[in-house]
């Protein structure tokens, strides 16, 4: 099953656009906020960049796409690849969280947990992997060549 290019390009580029507005937004909030939350900000600087890093690649890789540049199709690849790997951490650690809350007895919607994320796997999991399907077809490299 393949999708446009055209649908691949202007998605990615407007999710990433999208992602990276919010963030800076999110961090100005907190840059303004009160002292705790600068402090935070401060600890997870490191993070925040690493992160906006892989939105600026999900964002030239769209653009990239769109234009039919042949790097286009290499970094929105490996955008999704690393969209892949960060939402499997992402469920990880929420599970391992949620298991340190029922060790302190704090009640714990596992079920709710469970279906929250795994609704949100399989939606990026199926974009990924459709997208990178469609990327490595034979008309997608006759496209970008």
Not at 2 to 15: A, E, K, M, Q, R
Not at 51 to 64: C, D, P, R, S, T
Not at 99 to 116: D, F, H, M, R, S
Not at 129 to 144: G, W, Y
């Amino acid at each position: 099953m393949d999708i446009s290019l055209t649908f691949i390009g202007w998605f990615f580029t407007l999710i990433a656009a999208g992602a990276l507005v919010l963030g800076a937004a999110l961090i100005v909030i907190l840059a303004n906020a009160g002292d705790l939350q600068r402090r935070y900000l401060g600890y997870s600087i490191w993070n925040d960049l690493v992160l906006a890093a892989i939105w600026v690649l999900g964002f030239a890789g769209g653009i990239g796409v769109l234009r039919l540049e042949p790097w286009g199709r290499y970094l929105t690849e490996l955008f999704c690849w690393a969209l892949i790997v960060l939402v499997l951490l992402s469920a990880a650690t929420r599970f391992y969280a949620l298991k340190q809350e029922a060790t302190e007895g704090a009640p714990v919607n596992w079920l709710g947990a469970i279906v929250g994320v795994t609704l949100i796997l399989i939606l990026v999991l199926a974009i990924c992997a459709v997208t990178i399907v469609t990327l490595r077809s034979a008309e997608a490299m006759k496209a970008f060549s």
